[in-house]
């Protein structure tokens, strides 16, 4: 069999993998990416937080991103019943960028990965990892090249090896380190669509969320993309999404029925894209890191996309992760869990605080709310943006007592 020896393995090429390369060829490694999947490739996650640009910035990957010409957007817009408010990203607490894009993923992630290969990063399509030993002096993972009739099983001893496959979670399973979310099962149904939206009656700038009319723990996204097609999804509990009748087109189109503005909206929308789900994607590990790994974005863990977090914890991981390996490969001794565990918490629990409150109904309750206190809207707008680490914020530095306390008045 066949052993190679690389630096630095990245075990999948979306944004935190692309980002990493990038990261980590600034600094100066030789970077090997092994990706399961042919790209381009679909993938959900589509509507960006302004905070990811600074990560993408600081890969060297802004101008390609930019010149693609990509859907602008400037912040979110909230409905619920007659209820509708917007927050504008670049009216905020935090410093940094204010704006950012909608994307459809399978383009994005594409360009961020050719980018990698640019910058000297070698990716490597269909190829999978089979196992993963981390006992000895360095890490010894076993792949298979699955891009020729015959698979063919090679070695690979890596100096490190991030795990940023997303919801493959590679490392986790292979290394018994998945454990529960503690959310509640949920099933995102979604697809793309020509939306038909007439010009002038919707903004384009902004991700749409929408309220289900009877049920505040169901909500729907509808992201608009340059192109005249939007990305259309619902999620649910997976219990209220089953006793529905149909495929998985009809379901979703049988729940978008239920709220009145927003059928009405998609009243010309062409659906041409046959629906998919994902259930189950909340997820959680027993630890971000160990002896010659860590664990990136959503192969760590992945909350819900109600607020489109997840490729800003993928990237954000990405940024604190570089820099560690990048100080361990030099021979210094670094604490991972105070460099790299714990500041990455620290954003996904102020998330986790408000994904909760989402679903208790509280933190609706908080934005629909008719007098608004402009400080705390932009505070409550900065973490929306995805400056969830941005300590200067109260409602980061104590998100859990901050956001409680709102609830209260605004309930009242």
């Not at 990261?23 to 381009?40: A, D, M, N, S, Y």
């Not at 302004?50 to 409905?79: R, T, Y």
């Not at 860590?294 to 109600?306: H, V, Y």
Request: hydrophobic share 40%; aromatic share 10%.
């Amino acid at each position: 069999m066949n052993i190679e020896h690389h630096d630095i393995l990245i075990i999948g090429a979306g944004p935190a993998g692309s980002v990493a390369a990038g990261l980590l060829r600034q600094l100066g490694h030789k970077v090997l990416i092994v990706e399961r999947e042919t790209f381009p490739r679909f993938s959900i996650g589509e509507s960006l937080l302004p905070q990811s640009m600074e990560f993408i910035e600081q890969a060297g990957m802004l101008q390609a991103v930019v010149e693609h010409g990509f859907q602008f957007k400037n912040g979110a817009s909230f409905v619920r019943g007659e209820y509708h408010t917007d927050f504008d990203f670049r009216d905020k607490h935090s410093s940094g960028w204010g704006t950012t894009y909608q994307v459809p993923r399978a383009d994005f992630d594409h360009i961020l990965a050719c980018e990698a290969q640019r910058q000297g990063t070698e990716i490597r399509y269909r190829h999978r990892v089979l196992e993963a030993d981390f006992s000895g002096t360095q890490p010894v993972v076993r792949i298979a090249d699955e891009s020729e009739p015959q698979p063919r099983p090679y070695v690979v001893h890596a100096r490190f090896v991030l795990d940023a496959s997303g919801f493959g979670r590679v490392l986790p399973r292979l290394l018994n380190l998945e454990r529960p979310s503690g959310f509640p099962l949920r099933t995102a149904h979604f697809t793309h669509i020509q939306d038909g939206i007439a010009a002038g009656s919707f903004d384009r700038n902004k991700i749409r969320i929408t309220v289900h009319p009877k049920h505040h723990d169901v909500w729907y996204w509808l992201i608009p993309f340059s192109n005249g097609r939007s990305s259309v999804g619902v999620v649910a509990e997976d219990t209220f999404i089953q006793h529905l009748d149909g495929d998985e087109t009809q379901k979703l189109q049988a729940l978008v029925h239920d709220d009145p503005s927003l059928h009405a909206l998609l009243g010309q929308a062409v659906w041409d894209t046959p629906a998919r789900k994902l259930t189950g994607y909340a997820a959680n590990v027993v630890s971000l890191y160990g002896p010659g790994y860590a664990l990136l974005g959503n192969a760590g863990e992945f909350l819900d996309p109600i607020f489109s977090s997840g490729v800003t914890i993928a990237m954000k991981s990405a940024s604190l992760a570089c820099d560690a390996v990048h100080r361990t490969l030099q021979g210094e001794v670094v604490d991972w869990e105070a460099t790299y565990a714990r500041p990455l918490k620290r954003g996904v629990d102020t998330f986790r605080t408000f994904v909760e409150s989402w679903y208790a109904g509280g933190f609706q309750d908080v934005i629909f709310h008719e007098r608004q206190e402009t400080q705390i809207r932009r505070m409550i707008s900065s973490i929306l943006a995805g400056y969830a680490w941005d300590i200067s914020n109260p409602f980061v530095a104590e998100s859990k007592r901050r956001l409680t306390a709102l609830e209260a008045i605004c309930a009242t």
